[in-house]
């Protein structure tokens, strides 16, 4: 993929993904989340890995954004009234989290193969979703299954939690 | 060609979005929905190194892929039990804002 396109949807993921902090309604912040993870699985198929990349369109923006945009109808949440937050909290939020990208770009310029591009691939390397799923059955076959397990405990859990009345 | 390093500062990036967005926001649902940013960030490094270390078959080592497939299975699953809470929270209460659930403060 040429660096222009790399660019390109990365940027779209941090604009739409920093606008889901900064909107104020929720719905707006939930279709800024959708746009944010297209432009993440463009940079998985920019990765040649483009099984996650269909994983991440058909699961993130088809079901769990879905699910999402669902609750926040349901509970008719309107753009929250503004609140004072205070300004010590606010400063202090976003050194921390500046301080962690800080220290995210020292790692990062530690790592002496940052600056190496990516090996190329043979001819056709295509067939992902074949190697993927062979790994997956053959060398991750006991964590598939706890997997399986554990969907259908939240399944449970679920229902449970929306059945009972809660005090 | 962008290098490896861009997607990790890419990566980062995302990741300073999603815990800017945890520890700003008051609103459980935003607050949620930066947390799947976080996850997000962690699977593109994941799948960034992948495509890096090309092994002897000249393919992209697949175990990081298998293991964000893994990262993706458990984060729909934890957004379904998530959501599921903050539903029975909000019959409980009436109210997703954070400052106003403080039973449990010390």
């Given at each position: 993929?040429?660096?222009?396109?790399?660019?390109?949807?990365?940027?779209?993921?941090?604009?739409?993904?920093?606008?889901?902090?900064?909107?104020?309604?929720?719905?707006?912040?939930?279709?800024?989340?959708?746009?944010?993870?297209?432009?993440?699985?463009?940079?998985?198929?920019?990765?040649?890995?483009?099984?996650?990349?269909?994983?991440?369109?058909?699961?993130?923006?088809?079901?769990?954004?879905?699910?999402?945009?669902?609750?926040?109808?349901?509970?008719?949440?309107?753009?929250?009234?503004r609140?004072?937050?205070?300004?010590?909290?606010?400063?202090?939020?976003?050194a921390?989290?500046?301080?962690?990208?800080?220290?995210?770009?020292?790692?990062?310029?530690?790592?002496?193969?940052?600056?190496?591009?990516?090996?190329?691939?043979?001819?056709?390397?295509?067939?992902?979703?074949?190697?993927?799923?062979?790994?997956?059955?053959?060398?991750?076959?006991?964590?598939f299954?706890?997997?399986?397990?554990?969907?259908?405990v939240?399944t449970?859990?679920?229902?449970?939690?929306?059945?009972?009345?809660?005090? | 060609?962008?290098?490896?390093?861009?997607?990790?500062?890419?990566?980062?990036?995302?990741?300073?979005?999603?815990?800017?967005g945890?520890?700003?926001?008051?609103?459980?649902?935003?607050?949620?929905?930066?947390?799947?940013?976080?996850?997000?960030?962690?699977?593109?490094?994941?799948?960034?190194?992948?495509?890096?270390?090309?092994?002897?078959?000249?393919?992209?080592?697949?175990?990081?892929?298998?293991?964000?497939?893994?990262?993706?299975?458990?984060?729909?699953?934890?957004?379904?039990?998530?959501?599921?809470?903050?539903?029975?929270?909000?019959?409980?209460?009436?109210?997703t804002?954070?400052?106003?659930?403080?039973?449990?403060?010390?």
């Amino acid at each position: 993929m040429p660096a222009y396109l790399f660019w390109f949807f990365a940027l779209l993921m941090l604009i739409f993904g920093a606008a889901v902090v900064i909107n104020r309604g929720p719905v707006a912040s939930a279709l800024s989340l959708v746009l944010s993870f297209l432009g993440l699985a463009a940079l998985f198929m920019s990765l040649d890995a483009f099984f996650i990349g269909i994983i991440q369109v058909l699961v993130y923006t088809g079901a769990v954004m879905v699910l999402f945009l669902f609750i926040i109808m349901l509970l008719d949440l309107r753009a929250e009234e503004r609140r004072k937050i205070k300004t010590v909290t606010f400063v202090g939020g976003l050194a921390v989290a500046l301080a962690l990208f800080v220290q995210i770009c020292l790692v990062v310029g530690q790592l002496r193969s940052a600056q190496e591009t990516f090996p190329a691939l043979p001819a056709a390397p295509g067939d992902d979703v074949h190697a993927v799923g062979l790994l997956l059955f053959n060398g991750y076959n006991l964590p598939f299954q706890i997997m399986a397990v554990l969907v259908l405990v939240a399944t449970i859990g679920v229902i449970v939690l929306s059945k009972r009345e809660l005090r | 060609m962008a290098t490896l390093g861009d997607y990790l500062i890419v990566s980062g990036l995302l990741f300073t979005i999603g815990f800017a967005g945890v520890l700003l926001r008051r609103n459980i649902i935003i607050i949620f929905m930066s947390l799947e940013l976080m996850l997000n960030a962690a699977n593109l490094s994941l799948v960034a190194f992948s495509r890096f270390r090309v092994g002897a078959d000249g393919l992209p080592n697949y175990n990081a892929q298998v293991f964000v497939f893994f990262i993706i299975t458990v984060a729909a699953a934890e957004v379904a039990v998530g959501l599921a809470i903050i539903v029975a929270l909000y019959r409980a209460r009436q109210t997703t804002h954070v400052e106003d659930i403080s039973s449990l403060k010390f």
